[in-house]
DNA sequence: GGCTTTGTTTTATA
DNA sequence: GTATAAAACAAAGC
């Protein structure tokens, strides 16, 4: 069976890392946009006018989405969304058939974005529009913030009654968490991924907000999760897939406490957990 | 060729 | 207006 890692926080954030030094500083002499669709905003022909010719000031994250700051407060939103690469190859290297778009840089190299699924998604806003870029401006805060305090985390639960696991993966309560990570952080929590997030006592919550940040900085550090798909900006894959405790487990002894790993369907998703761990 | 995969958006409902 | 849940959607691989 193929698995797809699909670009969380800490896949995203190893991503940006690795683009920084390769793209920062450099100028966009040309764009080459082989899928129309992938541009989201504004029109193919328009997007092009506007980033050629652009220096790339900076490149940064916001949950799972990448920001690359261009000249005249402009800048590019990508959003990998499944199966998303970005890679930056030599100009007369082979590009793959899931290469879409292909930023030409003024020392030769591509910065490339490749998606087998075309999920992806690209914006070139204006630094105060944030608005035209998807679900960009609607973002919670970054749970590795320092301005999020334990405190703050609590008064979030205020008013949520939803399933814990749907309320970590909905990126207007909290950005950057997807599946694998949502999982991760419950397990360890050992709370059942479809409790109820207004039955959840202060120091459960208080579980969840140390697991949550304790997990994404160790993805980090790993570089990030890699089934099959997910790449870093040289196309090297991650190695947090050694760390996961729970995630694609079913069927397996729970390291824990030794019961089968179980899986069931929550909000939706494909929800891996320990029915004696997790309660 | 139907099913699965996930993140986001849309729609419906309370 | 707000929160939630369910459904829709994107496309490819097996």
């Known amino acids: 069976m193929r698995w797809n890692a699909v670009p969380e926080l800490p896949e995203v954030e190893t991503v940006v890392k690795g683009l920084r030094p390769l793209i920062k500083d450099r100028y966009i002499t040309d764009i080459t946009i082989s899928e129309e669709k992938i541009i989201a905003h504004p029109a193919a022909d328009e997007f092009k006018k506007e980033a050629v010719g652009m220096k790339i000031e900076d490149i940064t994250r916001r949950g799972k989405y990448i920001i690359i700051e261009l000249e005249n ?82 008064e979030m639960f205020k008013n949520r009654r939803g399933v814990i696991k749907s309320l970590l993966m909905n990126q207007k309560f909290i950005a950057g968490i997807g599946n694998i990570y949502a999982d991760e952080i419950l397990f360890r929590s050992g709370i059942d991924p479809e409790r109820k997030a207004d039955t959840l006592s202060e120091m459960e919550i208080g ?61 939706g998703r494909g929800s891996y957990y320990c029915p004696s761990c997790q309660k």
Do not use: W
């Open 73 to 154: 407060d402009k800048e590019m939103i990508i959003h990998l969304r499944m199966t998303g690469k970005l890679l930056v190859k030599q100009c007369e290297k082979f590009r793959d058939k899931h290469t879409h778009v292909v930023f030409h840089l003024d020392n030769g190299q591509e910065l490339r974005f490749n998606n087998i699924r075309k999920f992806g998604r690209i914006y070139l806003i204006d630094k105060d529009q944030p608005q035209k870029a998807g679900g960009y401006a609607e973002l919670g805060p970054e749970p590795l913030s320092n301005d999020m305090s334990l405190d703050d985390f609590k």
């Open 207 to 267: 579980k969840i907000y140390s697991n949550m940040r304790e997990i994404l900085k160790k993805g980090i550090i790993y570089g990030g999760t890699t089934f099959s798909d997910y790449v870093n900006a040289f196309g090297e894959k991650g190695s947090f897939q050694e760390e996961l405790q729970i995630y694609q487990k079913e069927g397996e002894k729970c390291c824990r406490c030794g019961s089968t790993v179980k899986k069931k369907r929550v909000g």
